[in-house]
């Protein structure tokens, strides 16, 4: 399993436009990709290419997130996951 | 012919076909299983296959919008296939439940979540719930609940018209309203006259009429008749004769004596300030500042907002403009200001009330105001709604005079405020009756329900007496005024949909209202109606709808006293 971490840099938090780009990215790839904040339990984290799961979070700008895989070839595509997190999309 | 007899809530006459607005959805029934012969495996493809239809249909209607609707269909889209509802449907699907209850509680469940989380996410569970609508309405083979594109335009009929029905709503299509429920001050109603549509609401039995049957409806007196004949034709022609005629106003509101009253208009950004300027209003006796605030997460920025308000300015040089500070709160939740959990919102924090729980939006919009109001030429005044007290009234104009704001009012909704005028006027320049608020608050009625829209009607002669006792507080106010200078007490306004009647404004200009705004659509019919009447004339009218004993006697009185309106066909 491989694990990423990333800070929400929307200024409205991981809501709205923000989270429909960054499913719409989870759901375009082939590996299943979890999503929580940081610290809290895995078994807590939601399925990144829901939005409604994402908003469900209710991740606030700034705050720190865990993506994790069990796909151990997906390490690419979850630094362009990390790096959508890491753009302010509200800007 | 078949006559159906409502309230007319906006005037005019036409003829077309009747076009339903589909029922809302009935709930697939609790414990609904599957049926017999349905695999589990089968409804699963079917609600699989339903979602991806409602986003492609959502996508296409993207495609076709613009700015934050355009963001908000889209991000609904998403939704119709989104695997956490979809997943959370298969699921009970797989326990044996339908389809169609399958994915109405897994959107339940999802929209409980986003109301728990408040604010903005608390907005988007309407989203939801519109999409899980759209899927069971896929999956039974019905229309989805939404106003029905036709070519031809038609005359739409409904239980009754919420916000969100009416969002897409073209008026190039729809020819009239006509609805079984809804009062005169419902959503149908405002809707109706903000868009200049023949609009009639509470005609029960409507909903019966067959789709496409050619009707005739007139706006002003409340009929709906099917199987239209001559003499509905021959009444439709005299309207648009009589419609041409009343279709101007030359800029001038007085009486027949000559006593001015200017007409002034109500406006929800720039594009509104310009019609309502192209419509030779006197002024804008209104500026609703939502429009900069509303579908923002956020507050907007200062060079945003001053930019905003000085588009509607810059439409009116040299000319009145008096602008409403936020008014958010009730029916217009703003996640960064409101709290969307409150039992009550119309009597929560709302209005001025948000400056207690969130200081700072309020003065950092005045200074907006104030800038914008430096580089341009309009008379800017500014107004506080929901104003309860002289306190309140003091602290706001002590904000504007900060903000260098000069002429600081506020508006009178709260019945307090219009029994208080004379104490708060000691503290602002003038005030301005908000009566569809002041009617709700006055009657205790909620102005979205169809059943109190008796209640809801502001010639109750309850809201008249607080319209006069605002007045007379103007009145008070100057004999006690320190200043021996100021003979003339200082300017009482209204702003609400009552000014846009012309028989409630010839009512409101005897009771000593200096000034009326409404949507620009009405000020040609209620600048030709003060004209039939002298100050005196429309003195002995108040003074009769003040002392009646209902509503309709008011309503009933003042009409038999304006044969003008009847000969406008009004």
Redesign the interface.
Known sequence: MIERTATIAS??GL???P??IF??AA?AIDAEVTIARAGDPVDEA??A?????L??L?VEHGEVVVLRTGDDTAGEALDALVTILETNH?A | MHSFVGVGVFRGRVIGPVRHMPPALAEPPVGERLEGSTAPETAAAALKSAGATVKELLQERASRAEGAGK?VL??TA??AT????I?AAIKLVNTGTSAERAIWEAGEA?AD??KG?GG??AE?SHD?LDVRSRIVAVLRGVPAPEIPDFAEPFILVAEDLAPADTATLDPSKVIALVTAGGGPQSHTAIIARNLGLPAVVAAAGVTGIADGTQVFVDGATGVVSTDPGAAEHAAVAEWQEKASLLSVFDGSGRLADGTLIPLLANVGGAKDAQEAAAANAQGVGLLRTEFCFLGN??EPGHADQVAAYKGVFDAFPGKKVVVRTLDAGADKPLPFLTDATEPNPALGVRGYRTDLTTPGVLARQLAAIADAAASSSAEVWVMAPMVSTAAEAADFAALCTAAGLRVPGVMVEVPSAALTARHILDHVEFASLGTNDLTQYAMAADRQLGPLAALNDPWQPAVLALVQATVEGAVSQVKHSASLETTSPKPVGVCGEAAADPALAVVLAGLGVSTLSMTQRALPAVAAVLRTVTLPQARALADRAVAAASAAEARELVRAGLPALAELGL
């Open positions: 200024t409205v809501h709205a436009r989270a429909s499913a719409e759901g939601v399925d290419d829901s939005m409604l799961a908003m469900s209710g509200d | 963001e889209e991000a998403l939704m989104d695997p956490m509802l997943k999802v979540t986003l989380l903005y996410m988007r939801v997460s956020t």
